[in-house]
């Protein structure tokens, strides 16, 4: 009832301040144009234009309005080449004569060519330890640059440095108090690692636009531990 009971605001403040925010570390993580997993052991860069984000068990990756990958993984029988495995059916309007082997970075791989009505496909499969990684490239219109990017991603497929490791930011949340003159501007200006950070500050203090802070509340933001 209004009036009754202890909201505790104060300790949990303090109990929330360092902890970690954003996807498990066993999903990887994204890292500028590059998307590097940790826990496998891989890493992967897209060519200049592409940004990169997690999504449902998969890296998705957009350039501009017409050109996207793809990249996820499927469980393949390892008694099954990479070229039978392209050539198995998952990916419509497969050209198999496109169909090659292929290999980097002491990988196993093959790639080929789709095409459907609308779209123009760069499929390719990379073998690593137990599972096969699939990257799909679309684009509305097909090229020499749309080709080249779509390999170069292919051959950028390795296993992972620390230094790859030591590059991905791990994201924490903490707890800041607000001033006399702060704003949600102000304190969001600070997650200087999240996109639309003052979007993210109002949804994690249960705030909305025009809202004023309190001076000497404390309010949560992320920021790069």
């Known amino acids: 009832a209004p009036g009754l009971g202890d909201t505790e605001r104060p300790p ?5 301040d360092g902890l970690a925010f954003g996807d ?3 999903l990887g993580a994204v890292s500028g144009r590059s998307y590097v997993n940790p ?6 860069t897209v060519p200049q234009g ?3 984000q997690l ?3 998969a890296v998705v990756g957009v350039a501009g309005e017409g050109e996207a990958v793809r990249f996820d993984s499927a469980e393949v029988p390892s008694s099954m080449g990479l070229e039978d495995y392209l050539k198995s059916g998952w990916i419509a309007g497969l050209q198999p004569n496109s169909v090659k082997r292929e290999s980097a970075n002491g990988f196993e791989m093959a790639s080929g060519v789709a095409v459907t009505p609308q779209w123009n496909f760069r499929v390719a499969v990379v073998r690593h330890e137990t599972r ?3 990257f799909i490239f679309a684009a509305r219109f097909d090229s020499a640059e749309f080709a080249k990017a779509a390999d170069a991603t292919l051959k950028s497929f390795r296993p992972t440095t620390a230094t790859d490791v030591a590059a991905v930011e791990k994201l924490v949340v903490r707890t800041v108090t607000a001033g006399n003159l702060d704003t949600a501007d ?4 600070r997650m200087k690692a999240i996109s639309r950070g003052t979007d993210l500050f109002y949804i994690l203090n249960n705030l909305y636009p025009g809202d004023t802070l309190v001076a000497g509340q404390k309010y949560k933001i992320v920021a790069v531990e």
């Open 186 to 189: 102000s304190l969001a200006r």
């Open 55 to 57: 999504s449902k068990g």
């Open 50 to 52: 592409y940004s990169l």
């Open 12 to 16: 949990y403040m303090d109990g929330i």
């Open 39 to 44: 826990t496998l052991k891989f890493t992967f």
């Open 24 to 26: 498990s570390p066993s």
């Open 132 to 134: 096969v990684y699939r």
